[in-house]
C-alpha cells in the first residue's frame, strides 16, 4: 500500500495541488509495477527422500532418492561445457582426434614425424597407441559432460511444465538466462541426444582401434623373441584368451533375473519380492522420472564384475567400460520406445510386463559375440595415414617452438 501526503504551500494554488496530488499517485503507481515484475517467479520446490534401502520397506519408497550409484546428481548448470562438440564436419574421427591434437603438441609432434611406409608395415607404433588411450579417456569425459548436460534440459523441462500446469501472473523472460519454452526445450534435448549417441559411437569406434592396436603390438614383439620365448608368449596369449572366457554365467542385461539380483544384492531388499516401480525410482538418482546412460550402466556395474573376480587382469579396465556400454545400448534399443536417449518409468515398467523380461538368455561379452564386427587392419591404416598427413601440414616445428598452434580445419590460430 502506498500512501502519500501534500502540504500545499502558501503560493500553491488549489488547481496546481491536484496536479501535484496526481502526480504522485502516477509515480507510486510505477514504483510498484516495477517491483512486482522484476521479482522472478517462486522455484519449485521437490519433496520427498529415500532413506537406506534395505533399512525401509519397499512400500516407502518415493520420487526423490537420494542414493548414489556414483553418479553425479547435480544438473549441469550451462550448455557451453559441452558446445565446443557441435562441429559440423564430414569425418567425425578426423575432427575429434584433431581437435584433440590441438592440445597436444609433443604428442601431434611425435606422429606427424612418423615416415609415410612406416605406417604400410607397422600399424603399432607406440605414439598411435598412446594417442587411442587419451582419445577413450576424452569419450569417456565428453559422454559424462553431455549426460550432464542432458540433465540439466530435462530438468529444465520439468520447471516449464511446472509453470503452465501453475502459471504466475507475471513471467519475465530476461535476454541472456536459460529460460526456455517447451518446443525449444525439446528440439535442445532431441540435439543433446543425438550428440550423446553420436560421442557414443565413436567411443566405439576408438575401443575398436585400441583391441586391434594391442593385438598388433603384442604380435610386434613376439617377432622379436627367440623360438623359446615366442612359444612362451603363445602359451601365454592363449591362457589369456580362456581366462576371459572363464567366468561366472552373465545375465541377459535388463531380464527379471538381472534387475533382481541387483535388487538384492545392492538395493539390500533380500527378503522382498521384485517392485519395478521401486526399483526405477532408487535408481533414478537424481530424480528427474528417467534413467540416463549413468544410471542405466550402474544397474550393470555387479554384471560386469563378474568378469573381473575369477581371474584378475583377464579384462582390463577399457574392455570392462566397453562390456557395459554393450548392456546399455542393448537395454535402451529394446526399452527407449521414443529413441530419446532416456528410459521413462512408463517404457520401463512396459518393459518388465512383456514375456520377454522373464527369461534369461545369457549374455556373450564382446570378445565371446561371434557377431561382434572388430576392425580391419586396413581401416586401421587409413585412420593412421589421415591423422598422420593432417599432423604434419597442421602442426610443424616453428609452431610447436613458439607455443602457437593452427587448427588444420579452419586454417586459424587457436
Known amino acids: 500500500h502506498f500512501r502519500y501526503v501534500v502540504i500545499p504551500g502558501p503560493e500553491i494554488s488549489s488547481k496546481s495541488s491536484e496536479i501535484m496530488k496526481l502526480l504522485t499517485i502516477a509515480v507510486c503507481v510505477t514504483v510498484g509495477l ?24 519397499v512400500n516407502t519408497i518415493e520420487v526423490g532418492s537420494d542414493k548414489s550409484l556414483h553418479a553425479d546428481t547435480q544438473p549441469a548448470q550451462h550448455q557451453e561445457k559441452i558446445d565446443h562438440h557441435n562441429d559440423q564436419m564430414g569425418d567425425a574421427d578426423y575432427d575429434e582426434t584433431l581437435e ?7 604428442l601431434a609432434k611425435r606422429i606427424s614425424g612418423i615416415d609415410e611406409d612406416v605406417i604400410g608395415r607397422d600399424l603399432a607404433d607406440p605414439a598411435f597407441h598412446d594417442l ?8 569417456n569425459d565428453e559422454e559424462y559432460e553431455q549426460v550432464r548436460h542432458q540433465r540439466d534440459l530435462e530438468h529444465q ?3 516449464a511444465r511446472e509453470r503452465e500446469e501453475h502459471p504466475g501472473p507475471f513471467r519475465l523472460h530476461h535476454e541472456g538466462d536459460d529460460s526456455f519454452d517447451m518446443k525449444e526445450l525439446n528440439e535442445k534435448l532431441q540435439e543433446a541426444s543425438k550428440k550423446l549417441r553420436d560421442t557414443d559411437d565413436e567411443r566405439h569406434k ?35 584368451e580362456q581366462d576371459m572366457k572363464d567366468h561366472p554365467k552373465l545375465h541377459h542385461p535388463g531380464s527379471k533375473e538381472q ?68 548392456m546399455r545400448k542393448h537395454v535402451a534399443n529394446e526399452i527407449d520406445l521414443d529413441k530419446d536417449g532416456l528410459v521413462s518409468l512408463d517404457e520401463f515398467l512396459k518393459s518388465t510386463n512383456k514375456p520377454e523380461f522373464q527369461k534369461d538368455e545369457g549374455w556373450e561379452t564382446f570378445n565371446e559375440d561371434k557377431t561382434f564386427q572388430k576392425m580391419t587392419p586396413e581401416e586401421l591404416e587409413r585412420y593412421e595415414r589421415k591423422i ?20 588444420p580445419r579452419k586454417n586459424q590460430r587457436v
Open 34 to 57: 516495477v517491483i512486482l515484475c522484476d521479482a522472478a517467479p517462486p522455484r519449485p520446490q521437490k519433496t520427498g527422500k529415500v532413506e537406506e534401502s534395505n533399512k525401509k520397506d
Open 100 to 106: 584433440f591434437l590441438r592440445d597436444q603438441p609433443e
Open 259 to 326: 534387475l533382481e539380483e541387483v535388487w538384492q544384492d545392492e538395493d539390500g531388499f533380500q527378503n522382498q519380492e521384485f517392485n519395478p516401480n521401486a526399483f526405477f525410482k532408487l535408481h533414478d538418482t537424481n530424480n528427474d522420472g528417467f534413467l540416463d546412460n549413468i544410471e542405466l550402466e550402474a544397474i550393470f556395474r555387479k554384471e560386469v564384475s563378474k568378469l573381473v573376480g575369477t581371474h584378475k587382469g583377464a579384462y582390463d579396465e577399457r574392455e570392462l567400460r566397453e562390456e557395459m556400454a554393450r
Open 157 to 159: 523441462m520439468q520447471e
Open 132 to 139: 587411442n588411450e587419451k582419445m577413450l579417456d576424452r569419450f
Open 388 to 407: 598422420r598427413e593432417a599432423a604434419r601440414k597442421g602442426f610443424n616445428k616453428n609452431q610447436f617452438q613458439d607455443g602457437t598452434v593452427t587448427d
Open 206 to 240: 576408438e575401443f575398436l582401434r585400441y583391441e586391434l592396436e594391442k593385438d598388433l603390438i603384442r604380435k610386434k614383439e613376439m617377432e622379436k623373441m627367440s623360438d623359446t620365448e615366442k612359444k612362451a608368449a603363445e602359451q601365454k596369449q592363449a591362457q589369456h
